[in-house]
């Protein structure tokens, strides 16, 4: 599975649009890029998938680079809330290949 | 209630000792998972299951055992607790393992320390 990239930290002002970068220069065709977060000590929390076309669910917007090499998850109106680590991760294979790295720990602050 | 759970959430023991954490979900999902988080780790796979009585490895599966006799169920157990397995243990669980389609579930973990 392909290795990714994440910046270590973020922050975001409560109400604005958090994005948040993911590097996967790697990427295979047959690849799917997924993003979880981890809300301070809790299990992951799946936030949303996609292939290549950009996705947009109750939660969050995934937006894929044409190239497929970099994507972005975007919270719209960050909420304290949403203070957590975000994980991007990408895969082909079974779920056993599920691997998460450090992630980004985002900061949404009043 | 309907979901996945992990008990107990906390647990204390002491080295050499064997000690069980157990994972029960409700969806009957085929695949569940054991992962440890450590500090400045990401998460890492114990073990996995495609159904019952269908185990394998992940990566740091030393020291560990599990068993899946029955679909909703998947212990883990630490035959001689170590010290290095003190450890943030979160079981998870996926319908398929489909790469399309594998949102996986996670339970509030077990916060293990071995003393």
């Known amino acids: 599975d392909a290795k990714t990239t994440q910046p270590p930290s973020m922050d975001c002002a409560e109400g604005r649009a958090a994005n948040l970068p993911c590097n996967h220069s790697?990427?295979?065709?047959?690849?799917?890029v997924y993003w979880y977060r981890q809300i301070h000590s809790q299990g992951p929390q799946y936030i949303i998938h996609?292939?290549?076309n950009n996705e947009t669910n109750e939660m969050a917007s995934l937006i894929i680079t044409e190239d497929r090499k970099s994507s972005t998850l975007i919270l719209p109106h960050a909420t304290l809330r949403d203070t957590a680590v975000y994980y991007c991760i990408v895969r082909a294979g079974p779920a056993s290949k599920l691997t998460f790295g450090t992630g980004t720990r985002l900061q949404v602050t009043l | 209630d309907a979901g996945i759970t992990q008990s107990p959430r906390y647990k204390i023991t002491e080295t050499g000792r064997q000690v069980t954490l157990m994972c029960h979900q409700t969806w009957s999902h085929s695949y569940m998972f054991w992962y440890r988080q450590d500090l400045g780790h990401g998460l890492r796979l114990i073990y996995y299951s495609a159904a019952a009585d269908i185990t394998d490895k992940g990566e740091v599966p030393d020291g560990y055992v599990v068993s899946r006799s029955k679909t909703e169920n998947f212990p883990l157990t630490l035959e001689s607790a170590t010290r290095s397995q003190t450890s943030v243990y979160f079981c998870?669980?996926?319908?398929?393992?489909?790469?399309?389609?594998?949102?996986?579930?996670f339970g509030q973990g077990t916060r293990l320390t071995v003393v």
């Open positions: 996609g292939l290549k």
């Open positions: 998870a669980s996926t319908i398929t393992d489909r790469a399309w389609d594998t949102e996986a579930f």
């Open positions: 790697t990427i295979s065709g047959n690849e799917y």
